[in-house]
């Protein structure tokens, strides 16, 4: 129960400071009121009709306010990472719209990173209990794999990162639960999602011209990733074959040993 209050505390905490960021707006001449602003677009976008509409905005803003605007970004963006708020992509495609391509690319990288970083270190501090409890048979299946996979971990949680159809939710909410060492866990967040945080990018880079975002979520994209992770698993298997090799060998070493000094 102290957990979930401590979790709640946060979240409210964090939703205010958001909220004033959103609407408290330095002036701009661009537009024609802060609150305006405030109340017709500053919010998380749920389809292209919004989302084209607060790039339109946060550009124009942007030519007076860009300091004010990136810190905007930056803190949605880790607030939905850092309490498993879904819609992320969304964030990405806007960061290709308002950073252009490769500035949005490397910002979305290192925001996806810590923000999945402060999910994990907020189910550390207040949600293992509340995982386990909503969780326990996934809990209980990803625990196995991670077990059976602790020799090349960093290339099981790559693979994880990369395959399209992996919850990252979940991923973040339960790495603390399975002692998943935490820079081992930025890491594989940070390079493991590059290729899709590329695909939403150069989409944002041209979101005037698009007339949907099926691109994002379609067969096409997921087979690209997919083949992207099982590249990923080949060096992962090659050390838990080595490792195995090796156990092998000591086992039989050691069978030897005895027997040497048995006959001896």
């Known amino acids: 129960m102290h957990s979930l209050l401590g979790l709640l505390l946060v979240f409210a905490g964090s939703t205010f400071a958001l909220y004033l960021l959103s609407t408290r707006l330095p002036r701009a001449s661009t537009l024609v009121s802060a609150e305006e602003a405030g109340d017709r677009s500053l919010w998380f976008p749920s389809d292209l009709a919004e989302l084209r509409e607060l790039s339109e ?6 030519k007076e306010h860009q300091v004010y605007v990136f810190l905007l970004f930056c803190s949605a963006y880790l607030y939905k990472q850092s309490f498993a708020i879904p819609g992320s992509s969304f964030l990405n495609v806007l960061a290709g719209a308002l950073f252009g391509p ?12 810590v923000g999945a970083t402060g999910c994990y270190l907020l189910s550390s501090v207040f949600g293992k209990q509340l995982v386990v409890s909503y969780f326990p048979d996934k809990v209980f299946l990803l625990q196995k794999k991670v077990e059976e ?3 090349s971990l960093f290339f099981f949680l790559l693979f994880l990162r990369l395959f399209p159809m992996t919850p990252n939710w979940f991923l973040n909410l339960s790495a603390p639960i399975l002692n998943i060492p ?3 866990f930025f890491f594989s967040v940070l390079i493991g999602l590059i290729p899709y945080n590329f695909i939403c990018v150069q989409t944002g ?3 005037s011209t698009l007339t949907s975002l099926d691109a994002l979520f379609s067969w096409e994209t997921a087979f690209k990733l997919l083949a ?7 060096p992962g298997t090659l050390i838990k074959k080595v490792s195995q090799k090796d156990l092998r060998l000591k086992e039989t070493s050691n069978a030897h040993s005895l027997n040497s000094r048995k006959v001896t």
Do not use: D, K, P
């Open 205 to 207: 880079s041209i979101l």
């Open 57 to 62: 905005v946060l550009r124009e803003y942007r």
């Open 228 to 234: 992207i992770a099982l590249v990923a698993l080949v």
């Open 182 to 184: 935490i820079v081992q």
């Open 149 to 151: 996979n602790r020799n």
């Open 102 to 113: 490769w500035l949005g690319l490397l910002l979305c990288c290192v925001l996806t990173s």
